[in-house]
């Protein structure tokens, strides 16, 4: 989480370029310099304790011994989540692991019901899990405190909903602002972002409208403009091409891919298209609460 600039340049050369493009934009890639009011302190305090917050451990996974510690974005870990209630106890997640790779666009599917979106609420912080953890930028983050993770959630993570979620009383412009408000960032550096990533995502002469007055893509897509605001480590999209016809679904798929080719974003993708998600780098199979399989979709994991 605190990987410096410099130092992160050193352990991937090949990504400085990339980075420099993306600083043009003022969209610094994730895993540069997150502040996040998680102190060293608390880190120190928490290693002292065996509590283990700062760092991903990933020893226990095969796969794992092939990546780089600093190339790991998330990490779900024997996650668990049961509801009780009075018709009695609900088993939704039993046991979810994996790894999510900086710049991976991961898609999870699986049948209605099976725990994507419990599982990614869970990821984002939406909601807590049972048990077991989950890591963002190797900060275990249901360790933090409340505000601590309220923090989290602005900064590192952007969140993508098939029913957009944008304040059809503001404009869109506005709507793209909220996260950078949240956070503090400067009057004129938040206004100019914003522009400059409706302008990246091609609706920038649609600033000054109400989302209302948008298409469900356009409106999807200042959904995407805002996930972006704070420079998240990790996007996540549940559904977001779910309420979009077949060609704007595509469109705003296509928008996602071009995120995490040019600008090396990760991000989580949950979809009932099988189509879509095998032109994502690698798929999850969701079922009855496990990962059922995985599969790398080669040609285009490949195609990074
Ligand atoms: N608050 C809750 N209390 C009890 N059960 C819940 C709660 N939220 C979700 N569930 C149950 O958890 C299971 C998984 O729900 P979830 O929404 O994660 O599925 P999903 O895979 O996203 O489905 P879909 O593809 O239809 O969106 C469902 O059986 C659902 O009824
Ligand atoms: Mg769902």
Same mark, same amino acid.
């Given at each position: 989480?605190?990987?410096?600039?410099?130092?992160?340049?050193?352990?991937?050369?090949?990504?400085?370029?990339?980075?420099?493009?993306?600083?043009?934009?003022?969209?610094?890639?994730?895993?540069?310099?997150?502040?996040?009011?998680?102190?060293?302190?608390?880190?120190?305090?928490?290693?002292?304790?065996?509590?283990?917050?700062?760092?991903?451990?990933?020893?226990?996974?095969?796969?794992?011994?092939?990546?780089?510690?600093?190339?790991? %974005?998330?990490?779900?870990?024997?996650?668990? !989540?049961?509801?009780? +209630?009075? #018709?009695? =106890?609900?088993?939704? *997640?039993? &046991? /979810?692991?994996?790894?999510?790779?900086?710049?991976?666009?991961?898609?999870?599917?699986?049948?209605?019901?099976?725990?994507?979106?419990?599982?990614?609420?869970?990821?984002?912080?939406?909601?807590?899990?049972?048990?077991?953890?989950?890591?963002?930028?190797?900060?275990?983050?249901?360790?933090?405190?409340?505000?601590?993770?309220?923090?989290?959630?602005?900064?590192?993570?952007?969140?993508?909903?098939?029913?957009?979620?944008?304040?059809?009383?503001?404009?869109?412009?506005?709507?793209?602002?909220?996260? %950078?408000?949240?956070?503090?960032?400067?009057? !004129?550096?938040?206004? +100019?972002? #914003?522009? =400059?990533?409706?302008? *990246?995502? &091609? /609706?920038?002469?649609?600033?000054?409208?109400?989302?209302?007055?948008?298409?469900?893509?356009?409106?999807?897509?200042?959904?995407?403009?805002?996930?972006?605001?704070?420079?998240?480590?990790?996007?996540?999209?549940?559904?977001?091409?779910?309420?979009?016809?077949?060609?704007?679904?595509?469109?705003?798929?296509?928008?996602?891919?071009?995120?995490?080719?040019?600008?090396?974003?990760?991000?989580?993708?949950?979809?009932?298209?099988?189509?879509?998600?095998?032109?994502?780098?690698?798929?999850?199979?969701?079922?009855?609460?496990?990962?059922?399989?995985?599969?790398?979709?080669?040609?285009? #994991?490949?195609?990074?």
């Amino acid at each position: 989480m605190n990987i410096s600039r410099a130092q992160h340049n050193q352990n991937n050369p090949n990504q400085s370029r990339d980075e420099d493009h993306l600083v043009n934009l003022n969209l610094k890639p994730s895993y540069s310099n997150h502040q996040t009011r998680v102190s060293q302190k608390d880190l120190q305090h928490n290693m002292v304790e065996g509590n283990n917050i700062g760092m991903v451990d990933s020893t226990h996974y095969q796969n794992a011994k092939q990546i780089n510690r600093t190339k790991i %974005a998330m990490e779900v870990r024997n996650l668990h !989540k049961v509801y009780q +209630s009075e #018709a009695g =106890k609900a088993v939704v *997640l039993e &046991g /979810i692991n994996f790894i999510i790779k900086k710049g991976e666009f991961v898609s999870i599917v699986g049948p209605s019901g099976s725990g994507k979106s419990t599982l990614l609420n869970i990821m984002g912080a939406l909601d807590t899990p049972s048990s077991g953890k989950v890591f963002i930028n190797y900060v275990d983050i249901f360790a933090l405190s409340k505000s601590q993770i309220a923090d989290m959630r602005n900064k590192l993570i952007g969140y993508i909903f098939q029913s957009y979620n944008l304040i059809n009383r503001t404009t869109v412009q506005k709507n793209v602002e909220i996260p %950078a408000i949240i956070s503090g960032m400067g009057n !004129k550096q938040r206004k +100019s972002r #914003a522009l =400059k990533l409706l302008d *990246l995502l &091609g /609706i920038k002469d649609k600033s000054n409208y109400k989302p209302t007055n948008l298409s469900g893509g356009q409106q999807q897509r200042v959904a995407i403009a805002r996930s972006l605001m704070n420079n998240p480590a990790i996007i996540l999209a549940d559904e977001a091409t779910g309420n979009l016809d077949t060609k704007t679904g595509e469109e705003v798929f296509e928008l996602l891919r071009m995120l995490t080719k040019k600008y090396n974003r990760t991000i989580v993708f949950v979809t009932h298209n099988p189509e879509l998600a095998a032109r994502t780098d690698r798929t999850i199979f969701i079922k009855d609460g496990k990962v059922e399989k995985e599969s790398i979709n080669e040609k285009f #994991a490949l195609a990074k």
